[in-house]
């Protein structure tokens, strides 16, 4: 049994939040990276935006190849998100550094989550004979 299925629902979204926030600090790492560079624009990723993008991915309904001879099912990897560009060169390192913090915190906060599943699962084998 996969470990995605003990949680539900909450796993997945945990994972892409994760994952989401991994993405979200290299793309703020390469803008602190270009502090001095000319001309260059810093570059954005919507947390909120590519998390909803990622769940709304999670509703569909699955569809699974049973036959060697069907078609093979397209499955998008869910590792692109869109990354927007701002209209002005420069780059902020407080807005930047701010970023960052923010990001840290969400994938702080994201990892305690998935330790506390664990926890509860760990409990849950080791009271659950007794």
């Not at 299925?5 to 997945?12: E, I, N, S, W």
């Amino acid at each position: 049994m996969p470990v995605k299925t003990l949680f539900g629902r909450t796993y997945h979204v945990v994972e892409q939040a994760l994952n989401i926030a991994k993405h979200r600090h290299g793309v703020i790492a390469s803008n602190l990276a270009n502090l001095n560079t000319q001309g260059y624009k810093t570059k954005e990723l919507q947390f909120d935006d590519a998390l909803k993008k990622a769940i709304g991915r999670f509703n569909t309904v699955a569809v699974e190849r049973t036959h060697p001879r069907h078609f093979p099912t397209q499955r998008n990897s869910g590792s692109t998100y869109a990354i927007s560009e701002a209209a002005y060169s420069g780059v902020d390192i407080d807005k930047e550094m701010s970023k960052l913090a923010e990001n840290n915190l969400k994938y702080q906060s994201g990892v305690e989550m998935l330790l506390r599943k664990f926890a509860v699962l760990k409990h849950t084998i080791t009271e659950g004979g007794r």
